[in-house]
């Protein structure tokens, strides 16, 4: 009799379970297996143990729920669940914890212990986790680790989207991975792609380079990254600037677009432009768009020019070559007698000191013009001050006079500097002068017309003193109304004076402005809202039975949040032209 008894309350007591069902308007949760028990000291609940079959299996709305122990409030539709927890939505979402509740009314799910989240691609580890099936979004603020297929990503605070399998971590963002780190203030991730979204001051560091920005995407399984704001990417001896920013971790390359800036740290130099490519293993830079190379020597800056600029070799052994309309610029002594050059190409070794002009170059200094069919430049390479210039092939060489232009041509031209200021010039082979010969009160007393094998010429403050002729073969001093005006210039005679550099900004005189492309965004970060709705504390809701209290359902002020902050879209460049 006490058997029969016991049977009847038992299928009174699962019965009632099931087809409460059908009551209010929520449905209810199903216990679908389990032992049950009812002891005295729960009078709300029902009790459901794991037996022979297996563990207890309950299902709600498309909820799995697996558990070795669970409390079922028939009243509250609420279930605490122990022991091996397993909690599945569909084929794309797998909770695991030592402790879990769930709420039928509200759809909501809380876990703790050893809480393990399993998407397709990705695994979530914490110590407990909140997850909300009507926003299908998952939450947790004590520390979280995620593991994918190529990285693991830890947070104090992270965000977990079922509908679009994103992850927002926030609160010392640290990404692993065994070939770079990443840290960020706000980092967005998608399992299935592996891009990760970073916001605020964010740094990806390697063995090999680092790289900062303060908005940025980069792709963690293809190793691949696109930063547009405050972007730099440093490597062992150079760091490259830009509005933006490409990186190829697997080809060891960087390209940048806008207002580049490239650092050599060695070799105090830097390069500008507004397209440049970075090769790391090749020691390569590609620079275009109003490109210039700055390198700091003898305490003042030498400027290079180039429609596109190449900087190839180690640090110790760095090469620059400047293709097409080729520009240099060096301050003088005084500042208003600077050196400077033009030619078709450059090239620069900046290890033995010497710059040469190629193709129709044309070098001033001071008030002196120099052209020829190549022109090198030498540098002292301990004191970096200029040291002596050559001139190969129909050297030419010109000085405006107030009275015509004193004129020297030959075969090939030899100058000497004193403190960056030529003093001593020699011409050889075939040498003729046209020269303006005055007093000491610089009165024009004659007009020099001279043939010789070679001439020397001295001068000071950048003006001729003084002519010695080797080998004299013809000529004399003319008195000035003896020598006729169409006499006065040699063959081959051009004065460009108008072309001279007389500052930095003359590098790009005659040149227009580049055009500028749009950067194309990164996207700010959406405005989700609040995981927890904005309750007072005292209208929260929850069971009795339930280990959470009202405060840990509310949105802490001390949290950091997810925000569309207005710097992150700062240095998003629209500039068109």
Known sequence: MKISNYILFFFFLFGFSIFAQDEGDKTKVSVESGYL???????????YTKDRSGQVYIVHEGVEMWCDQAYVYLKDNFVKAYGKVRIEQGDTVS??????????????AFASGDVVLQEPKTTLRTDTLYFDRIKQQAYYRSGGTVRDTASTLTSRIGRYFANSKKYQFLSSVKIVNPKYTVNSEQLDFYSETGGA?????????????????ERGYYNTRTDKGYFVKNSRVDYNNRILYGDSIY??????????TNNIKVLDTVNRSVIRGHYAEVFREKDSVFITKRAVAITLRDNDSVYVHADTLRVTGKPENRIIKGFYRARMFKR???PDEPTSGKCDSIFVNQKEGITKLLRNPILWTGENQMTGDTIHILSNKETEKLDSLKVFNNAFLVQKDSAGYNQVKGERLIGLFTNNELDTVNIIKNTEVIYFSRNDKQELVGINNTTSSSIQMYLEQQQIVGIRFNKQ?????YPPSLFPENARKLPGFIWRGDERLQRVEDLFKGKPAPMLPKIQGIPLPEDEGEFFEDVPEDEIE?????????????NREDDPKAETRKEYSEGENDSGG
């Open 247 to 256: 990186f190829d971790r697997n080809k060891s390359f960087a390209s940048a």
């Open 542 to 554: 929850l069971p009795e039975a339930s280990k959470l209290n009202p405060k840990d359902l509310q």
């Open 473 to 477: 073969a013809k000529g004399k001093v």
């Open 95 to 108: 909770m695991r914890s030592k402790y879990a509740e769930y709420n039928g009314n509200t759809q909501f």
């Open 37 to 47: 028990e009812v002891k005295p000291e729960f009078p709300d609940a029902i009790i």
């Open 332 to 334: 003088g002594t005084p």
């Open 197 to 213: 979204y970073l916001y605020g001051k964010s740094t990806i560091v390697s063995k090999t380079s680092t790289v900062y920005c």
